[in-house]
């Protein structure tokens, strides 16, 4: 989804982002002079209540995984105003000008997938790493080692 467009205007990159909630209306891009090859290409600034610029986030370059081998910057704006940060991309040409993306950010699921016969059929107990299951057939605790009810100090 397309929040925003940056062209160049005076010798700078200046644009803005708006969705529903966040007006950006005056950005800017600074590009970052570092022979460092991971400092990021530009820094992501903003016009602050004040009339001052802040810097609001960052962009590195990427290269898209698919056969064009396009390069494009991602990065992320964020500021304690904001209730996340907000991830985005730049596409586009300092001549002709970028749009601004943004997706949103597929979470990862820390216990893999949930679908049968996938991963857990990879695993070595066929279990999907997790052991056999404790619950019997009516959902029960079956076979559980030690009573439960039985005291144990701590």
Same mark, same amino acid.
């Given at each position: 989804m397309n929040i925003g467009e940056f062209k160049q205007s005076n010798g700078r990159l200046m644009?803005?982002?708006a969705t529903r909630t966040i007006d950006l209306p005056r950005l800017g891009l600074r590009p970052v002079e570092s022979s460092n090859e991971r400092a990021p290409v530009f820094e992501i600034l =903003?016009?602050?209540?004040?009339?001052?610029?802040v810097q609001v986030? =960052?962009?590195?370059q990427a290269v898209a995984k698919?056969?064009?081998g396009e390069v494009f910057f991602q990065g992320t704006i #964020?500021? @304690?105003?904001?209730s996340e940060p907000l991830p985005v991309a730049l596409f586009g040409t300092d $001549? $002709?000008?970028?749009?601004?993306a943004w997706r949103r950010p597929q979470r990862r699921d820390d216990?893999?997938?949930?679908?049968?016969?996938?991963? =857990?059929?990879d =695993? @070595? #107990?066929?279990? /999907?790493?997790?052991? $056999?299951?404790?619950? /019997?057939? #009516?959902g029960g605790l079956m076979d559980a080692g030690p009573d439960l009810d039985d005291h144990v100090p701590y």
């Amino acid at each position: 989804m397309n929040i925003g467009e940056f062209k160049q205007s005076n010798g700078r990159l200046m644009g803005s982002i708006a969705t529903r909630t966040i007006d950006l209306p005056r950005l800017g891009l600074r590009p970052v002079e570092s022979s460092n090859e991971r400092a990021p290409v530009f820094e992501i600034l =903003a016009l602050n209540v004040g009339n001052r610029w802040v810097q609001v986030g =960052a962009l590195w370059q990427a290269v898209a995984k698919h056969t064009t081998g396009e390069v494009f910057f991602q990065g992320t704006i #964020d500021d @304690p105003s904001l209730s996340e940060p907000l991830p985005v991309a730049l596409f586009g040409t300092d $001549e $002709e000008g970028y749009r601004v993306a943004w997706r949103r950010p597929q979470r990862r699921d820390d216990f893999g997938t949930s679908v049968r016969g996938s991963r =857990a059929d990879d =695993a @070595p #107990d066929g279990q /999907g790493g997790f052991g $056999e299951s404790t619950a /019997g057939g #009516d959902g029960g605790l079956m076979d559980a080692g030690p009573d439960l009810d039985d005291h144990v100090p701590y």
